[in-house]
């Protein structure tokens, strides 16, 4: 269930309509490529900069029609005209890339809702335009899930993104619960982190179910694509409950007996 990559595009899933395929790996690639040029390598932040700024210069080039030399751009700009896309999420990708580069923490919990509504929120704005199923109230609860997603994984991932210098829980909410640097970067598990922990949990849970009933009214696929999508952010946060909240040591991961309860529960849904 990780974000890392954009691996929440289901491009290889059995469950991804065939006519679709082609869509959603032309997007998956554009997102991918831009993502690593933020965060991969050893690069300067000025180079990373200057490459993202290509990008959207090439957005500028699809969205006036001129003429693109590069294959990626050119299989974007086939799929964007082929689909009807708006081009907003995709710059809204690239701004939330930027973003990386300059800025390791965030105050306040909406500062990171604004990140995220950039990072994570156009995926679905794009899956549901490829679906045809756009509608205002869509739009809402898929922007829940995918924010819901993104907070989830960075809840997973506090020691991975400690080890690029990034702290995504919001300082405002250390400060309230008495936990500082040091806690993360000691690895120390204590009252105040699980308490800490504990409300970061239950609210990206609370937003993902605010989010859920999108899944039941899409029908076909994509409703269980997403069921899965759901109930595994879901779970993700009952097995970081489940280990104390110890991210640390015990980062979750989905196994063959988490992907049963899954299925069950999107059955049930």
């Known amino acids: 269930?990780?974000?890392?990559?954009?691996?929440?595009?289901?491009?290889?899933?059995?469950?991804?309509?065939?006519?679709?395929?082609?869509?959603?790996?032309?997007?998956?690639?554009?997102?991918?490529?831009?993502?690593?040029?933020?965060?991969?390598?050893?690069?300067?932040?000025?180079t990373r900069l200057h490459a993202l700024t290509a990008y959207e210069r090439a957005l500028d080039a699809i969205e006036y029609g001129d003429e693109i030399e590069q294959p990626l751009f050119r299989r974007l700009a086939a799929t964007i005209k082929a689909h009807r896309l708006p081009?907003?999420?995709?710059?809204?990708?690239?701004?939330?890339?930027?973003?990386?580069?300059?800025?390791?923490?965030?105050h306040t919990f909406t500062s990171l809702l604004d990140y995220c509504r950039r990072s994570a929120n156009p995926v679905g704005i794009l899956m549901l335009h490829l679906y045809e199923s756009?509608?205002?109230?869509?739009?809402?609860?898929?922007?829940?899930?995918?924010?819901?997603?993104?907070?989830?994984?960075?809840?997973?991932?506090?020691?991975?993104?400690?080890?690029?210098?990034r702290i995504y829980l919001p300082e405002e909410d250390l400060e309230r619960f008495g936990v500082t640097v040091t806690h993360i970067a000691e690895a120390r598990i204590d009252d105040a982190w699980r308490a800490l922990m504990r409300y970061e949990v239950e609210r990206a849970r609370t937003m993902m179910l605010s989010g859920a009933p999108l899944a039941v009214r899409l029908g076909g696929r994509i409703g269980w694509e997403l069921r899965l999508v759901v109930q595994g952010g879901l779970?993700?946060?009952?097995?970081?409950?489940?280990?104390?909240?110890?991210?640390?040591?015990?980062?979750?991961?989905?196994?063959?007996?988490?992907?049963?309860?899954?299925?069950?529960?999107?059955i049930r849904m």
Not at 139 to 159: E, G, K, M, P, Y
Not at 236 to 249: K, M, P, Q, T, Y
Request: charged fraction near 25%; aromatic fraction near 10%; proline fraction near 6%.
């Open 87 to 106: 081009l907003q999420p995709l710059r809204d990708l690239l701004s939330a890339f930027k973003q990386d580069v300059s800025t390791p923490r965030y």
């Open 235 to 266: 779970r993700i946060l009952e097995r970081i409950e489940a280990a104390g909240f110890d991210v640390f040591r015990h980062r979750p991961q989905l196994g063959p007996r988490d992907w049963c309860i899954m299925l069950g529960r999107a």
């Open 134 to 165: 756009a509608t205002k109230e869509n739009l809402r609860d898929s922007d829940a899930i995918c924010t819901a997603l993104q907070l989830i994984n960075f809840w997973q991932d506090v020691a991975i993104d400690w080890s690029k210098s």
């Open 1 to 46: 269930m990780s974000i890392d990559h954009y691996e929440n595009f289901p491009v290889a899933s059995i469950l991804l309509p065939a006519r679709l395929r082609p869509a959603v790996e032309a997007i998956y690639a554009f997102a991918r490529s831009a993502d690593d040029l933020a965060d991969e390598g050893d690069a300067t932040p000025d």
